[in-house]
């Protein structure tokens, strides 16, 4: 029975915790990583520049210090504008919304480099083939290039995902009570480090074995033409 002193059920909620702050940073994310390869790809120099500067800074600058970084001042920042507006009471800014903001630019940091290799991985001649047959930019890049763009991008985004769930931890630094801060506490209670910290552990390989499962099944099914056309 995963019962641990009477910590288990308050070990199960940092797990969902965990698992929800992993999942919405994941779906951010990728908003954020389609965005940069776009501006990135641009032939607008202002959009490549900022680009750049985005993905150098999340990506030069430890998470935690990011964390951190819009935990604090993201307070300072709100408060500013919000006074601006003529709005005079306080705003606090929830660990679980930096949380996200901080993982999920973190990821889309990575994932526009990821994307921007992916798009041009795709062969130019179909690009063109497409255009030849009258096709549009928007028909083209959702018909042609981003069914080929998962496919290259998938074992890329999939362990950089694997390393925004176990950095997930970082944000205990906050308050936020997801599984390392449920963990903590329990530790401090029961003085059974060992037990608990070896319980996190194997909580945070069977999250990361179900993603790699998962992440297995989704280059299955990109790949699946590719695989028939090479065994033919």
């Known amino acids: 029975m995963f019962d641990l002193f009477g910590f288990g059920h308050l070990l199960l909620q940092g797990t969902w915790v965990t698992v929800q702050l992993a999942l919405i940073s994941l779906v951010l994310g990728l908003g954020f990583s389609l ?5 990135k790809l641009s032939d607008f120099r202002l959009l490549r520049f900022a680009a750049g500067v985005y993905t150098t800074l999340f990506r030069g600058i430890p998470e935690l210090v ?7 001042g993201g307070v300072v920042i709100v408060n500013a504008v919000a006074r601006q507006l003529g709005y005079d009471r306080y705003i606090d800014v929830s ?8 993982l999920s630019l973190t990821f889309g940091a990575y994932g526009t480099e990821i994307l921007r290799g992916a798009i041009l991985a795709v062969p130019k001649g179909q690009v063109e083939a497409a255009r030849a047959c009258g096709m549009t930019s928007l028909t083209i890049g959702w018909r042609i290039v ?4 998962w496919r290259y991008a998938l074992p890329g985004l999939g362990n950089t995902f694997l390393i925004i769930l176990k950095e997930t931890a970082l944000v205990s630094v906050i308050g936020l009570d997801e599984l390392m801060r ?8 029961t003085k059974q480090p060992f037990t608990f910290f070896l319980t996190a552990a194997l909580i945070y390989l069977g999250l990361t074995a179900i993603v790699m499962l ?15 056309r090479s065994a033919v």
């Not at 660990?95 to 901080?102: D, I």
Request: no cysteine.
């Open 66 to 72: 990011v964390i951190l970084f819009i935990y604090f």
């Open 182 to 189: 449920r963990t903590e506490v329990a530790v401090g209670y």
């Open 35 to 39: 965005l940069g390869a776009a501006m």
């Open 95 to 102: 660990a679980f919304a930096a949380g996200v903001a901080a």
């Open 214 to 228: 998962v992440q297995r099944k989704l280059e299955q099914r990109a790949n699946r033409g590719v695989i028939a």
């Open 146 to 149: 981003l069914p080929q763009v």
